[in-house]
């Protein structure tokens, strides 16, 4: 069948929307890091053309961006051995590290892979040209103002059938208060590569200010990358991550992401799908407790034939937190032949805690399937119910549930140790004794 | 593709031109093109408004001219000069008519083209039809009946004159001015539309209808509807559009508005099938419409809606679930073809306790059109235990079609339940496969699948319309739906 025909409506150019008060205050942020710092130099355009986020443009509807407007200053600290923490966030877990400390490299705790075919190395000592990243291809202020300002990060590139032995783990760590950390990691992996990376950001209990992170992600044919995200920062930090993943022919991805703990925290999840053929899986889960804030955006964009996309996020809502789901999946004209999944799932604990939730369909092609659902509910009464008349407590009742609500998504980590300090972690957030002997038992 | 044989059934489905494509030559009284205060006061005065009425309209006029038309829906469409439209129009007739034998000839044919025979719709139908030609009521049949009863069913400018307190009460209580760019525009520029009331206790026995037609070139209509059941009532209205062909786009912005006090119902039953422009979309009509129902206490609201016209659809019906155990239901077809493009979808706020939704859309996408899916479904902290239920399939028959799902679901409350699905697909091949097994050709086949697949929202029509919207589906049913 011919289809040659473009649809009209997709990439509607709409009017910036700009909303004046909001629009000063990302002006002045972008002046005085401007002042502050030496940026890339790239993006000046983007940052001028598009209008800094509020309320009403869509992708932020639900997404306070108040937080930000603090005036940034320079990181007093720059290692991990003076931030006091650990240099390893996961403990037993044999891997190639990289260690970031405000936006620094810090090679003393780094332990970078020595391998055949595999060139890992920060940014700031990567002979390649600072200009050599790809093109900005988000359309978001905060993305662009990260091309602009982040001149650190992770360089890796894998070489043609190379399978790294190891998984590699980005450990990124904030500390001191009123930061602007900006890192942008750029990954290349050429065919039939594969490799495991993680990616785990803490933060100490002072920590206040922005983290914003772009990955960039060039994944070649038949190449196999599982990326495992874990955000776990104390403190009270803006966090903001961006990854644009671009796919070719028979390529796999698979990133999952967990939000264990986080002030307010945006992931913005883009995957382009750019070759016949690919496998691409995104799981996520959140629980927010208290006054946090979990935004996942999502965007899996089907450009070509035979491709499959399989989506999961699981939140939980406690306290007065509040959570966001934007998950759009997009099937271009040619891409026939799709099979596209969303699936996405939400508790509300508590009275205060809220959920907006947007799963998108966008399909230009006829020969597809595509499904998405998504539900609101609480803890089934009747299962605590069972577990409660044989002995259980309620408490350990409703971690039981929360473990098999979230549980199709902690399997999906590739790395085994970090799924076990995951669950450790947010057991130890929630209270909940009881996990560890699910677990060894699982 | 294996099943060309569709794509047969298609064409004459979607490739069928427009039946209802005629215009009526009848002189009529019309006001010069342009929007400003003194066409509202032309307008109101031509009307013979009340200094309310009047003032009310002044101040959206006001708002309107402040506010921007909306561009985040998915549709891309040329926005009409709103100083290009006439925003009056009335068939020069002005006399009270008493029988039938007294309308104008051609409006008779016109009607008779339509199939609504009065004399027919009187004598077996029992269906009360208010019918609007381009903006005035000309003949309201069953009003006495309804009159015994206590129900009110005229005109909108008829209640202003008639009923000026139940009007002042409840219009724009459900879609104020402020609302949007559309409603705005209507309130400001609303020249008539139907009103009705039925009153306390009182189950009206008639399907209340009405035929809208745009007549007269280049004149947008804007009607006005106010629906109010009150306390333990219950009523079936039943709206149905066609339009004649044109060359220029047409504006249609509707405003309709339901009160179901407590304890009552209100079934609203729309088929819209207004001029969708020639196959690459030229001339059909903008159908910019604010539908929305208030609930109170155990009241219900269902929304159904056949829709296959327009070139561009924005219509979102929608329901305020105010009171404890008001339900709200939404039943939606949607079929868009060639050039058309519908952005189309409803709203269910959820305030009240113990508050249901349901909202089933099918949308069925052909040509080169595109058929959006938006929905709100939002549960504020007050209303503990409400419950929705939201399907959205979409069915694709062309591969340059595009069917598109935005949901919005935003939930307040830890006891509620919001359940969403929704998916995309195209006819399965093993089903036709199945059917030709048997004996049933591709043809018939397709009828078959697609009837079943919107069959869940035809059922929700009473038995006239029924009929009518599958024809507008322009597929035989072949015995599945009685």
């Known amino acids: 069948m011919t289809g040659t025909a473009e649809p009209i409506v997709m990439d509607l150019k709409r009017a910036p929307n700009v909303h004046a008060a909001t629009q000063a205050k990302g002006e002045a942020l972008r002046a005085a890091l ?55 966030p996961v403990p037993g877990l044999h891997a190639y590290r990289m260690v970031f ?31 050599s990243q790809g093109p900005l291809e988000s359309t978001d202020w905060f993305a662009a103002l990260n091309q602009a300002f982040a001149t650190e990060g992770m360089k890796l590139h894998v070489a043609k059938g190379v399978i790294l032995d190891r998984p590699l783990l980005v450990h990124h760590h904030t500390s001191g208060e009123n930061n602007a950390n900006f890192m942008r990691h750029d990954i290349h992996i050429e065919a039939n590569a594969q490799v495991e990376l993680i990616h785990w950001s803490t933060a100490s209990d002072s920590s206040t200010g922005m983290v914003n992170i772009m990955t960039h992600m060039s994944v070649e044919s038949g190449a196999v990358v599982a990326l495992d995200k874990v955000q776990d920062e104390a403190g ?36 382009r799908l750019n070759g016949e053929g690919c496998e691409t899986v995104l799981n996520g889960f959140f629980l927010p407790k208290g006054k946090e804030f979990v935004d996942n955006h999502t965007t899996v964009d089907h450009r070509a034939a035979h491709c499959n996309s399989s989506e999961q996020y699981q939140g939980i809502l406690y306290g007065t937190s509040s959570g966001v789901f934007n998950g759009k999946v997009f099937v271009r004209p040619h891409a026939q032949q799709t099979n596209a999944y969303q699936q996405n799932g939400n508790i509300l604990v508590t009275d205060k805690a809220t959920i907006n939730a947007k799963p998108e369909l966008e399909i230009y092609a006829d020969d597809v399937k595509c499904s998405h659902g998504c539900t609101i509910g609480q803890f089934d009464e009747e299962a605590l119910f069972y577990a409660r008349s044989r002995g259980i407590g309620e408490k350990e009742a409703k971690a039981m549930l929360v473990h098999a609500f979230i549980g199709d998504v902690l399997e999906g980590f590739a790395v085994a140790e970090v799924r076990m300090e995951v669950e450790h972690r947010l057991a130890i957030k929630h209270g909940w004794d009881t996990w560890n002997d699910t677990l060894e038992s699982a | 593709m294996a099943y060309d044989g569709n794509d047969k059934v298609l064409e004459e489905v979607t490739g069928k031109s427009y039946e209802f494509g005629f215009t009526t030559d009848i002189e009529s009284d019309k006001a010069p093109a342009g929007l400003n205060e003194d066409i509202i006061r032309l307008i109101s005065s031509k009307k013979e408004e009340p200094e309310w009425l009047l003032k009310w309209r002044l101040d959206a006029f006001a708002v309107w001219q402040k506010m921007k038309e909306p561009d985040w829906p998915h549709l891309q469409y040329q926005k ?107 309130s400001a520029v609303f020249t008539d539309g139907s009103f009705c009331y039925i009153p306390k206790g009182v189950r009206c026995p008639m399907e209340l209808s009405t035929y809208f037609r745009i007549n007269e070139s280049g004149t947008g209509q804007f009607e006005r509807t106010l629906v109010v059941a009150d306390e333990s009532s219950y009523v079936s209205y039943l709206e149905g559009c066609t339009a004649p062909q044109r060359d220029e786009n047409q504006l249609h912005a509707a405003v309709v508005e ?26 059909g009509v903008f159908n910019f419409v604010t539908k929305r129902g208030i609930c109170h206490r155990r009241s219900k609201i269902s929304w159904t809606q056949v829709e296959t016209g327009s070139a561009v659809t924005w219509k979102y019906p929608s329901c305020i679930l105010k009171g404890d155990h008001s339900v709200g239901e939404f039943y939606s077809v949607a079929v868009t073809n060639n050039a058309q493009q519908a952005d189309t979808g409803t709203k269910m706020i959820h305030l009240g306790k113990n508050t249901h939704s349901t909202i089933i859309s099918k949308g069925i996408s052909a040509g080169k059109s595109h058929n959006s899916y938006r929905g709100l479904v939002q549960v504020m902290p007050s209303a503990d235990n409400a419950r929705n239920f939201s399907q959205c399939d979409s069915l694709l028959m062309t591969d340059t079609s595009g069917a598109h799902t935005f949901p919005y679901i935003e939930v307040k409350n830890p006891t509620a339940k919001v359940e969403h699905e929704a998916t995309t697909s195209k006819i399965g091949e093993d089903q036709i496969f199945y059917c030709l097994q048997r004996g049933i050709d591709e043809e018939q086949a397709i009828s078959l699948i697609v009837n079943g697949y919107a069959k869940e929202v035809l059922n929700q029509l009473p038995m006239e319309f029924a009929v009518e919207a599958q024809k507008l589906l322009s597929i035989s049913l072949e015995g599945s739906v009685g």
């Open chain 1, 101 to 131: 400390v405000n936006g620094t490299f810090d090679a003393k705790a780094s332990d970078l892979p020595v391998h055949n075919g595999v060139r890992c190395e920060p940014i700031s000592m990567s002979d390649a040209d600072a200009g």
């Open chain 1, 34 to 88: 401007a002042a502050q710092r030496t940026g890339t130099g790239l993006a000046a355009e983007q940052l001028d053309a598009l209008p800094v986020p509020h309320r009403r443009v869509e992708r932020w509807k639900h997404t306070p961006v108040a937080g930000f407007w603090s005036t940034p200053e320079a990181p007093s600290v720059q290692t991990i051995e003076a931030a006091g923490s650990e240099a390893c």
């Open chain 1, 236 to 271: 009270s930090l803006q966090h903001l991550a961006f990854e644009q993943i671009n796919q070719a022919q028979s390529s796999q991805v698979r990133v999952h992401t967990g939000t264990i703990q986080g002030n307010w925290v945006r992931n913005d999840l883009n995957f």
């Open chain 2, 258 to 283: 339901l009160v179901a006090l407590d304890e009552s119902e209100i079934k609203y039953s729309t088929v819209q099938n207004w001029y969708p422009g020639d196959a690459e979309g030229k001339g």
């Open chain 2, 80 to 186: 009409p000069d709103y100083q290009a439209i006439s925003y009056y129009s009335a068939p020069k007739q002005k006399k009270q008519l008493n029988s039938l034998d007294e309308v104008d000839p051609e409006m008779r044919k016109t009607m008779d083209k339509l199939g609504i025979s009065m004399e027919e719709q009187k004598r077996l139908s029992g269906v009360a039809v208010d019918f609007v030609m381009d903006s005035v009521s000309v003949a309201t049949s069953f009003k006495e009946k309804l009159g015994e009863l206590g129900i009110i069913f005229c005109s909108m400018s008829d209640a202003v004159k008639e009923h000026p307190e139940l009007v002042q009460k409840y219009l724009g209580s459900v879609v104020p001015t402020k609302d949007n760019f559309f409603s705005a525009l209507n």
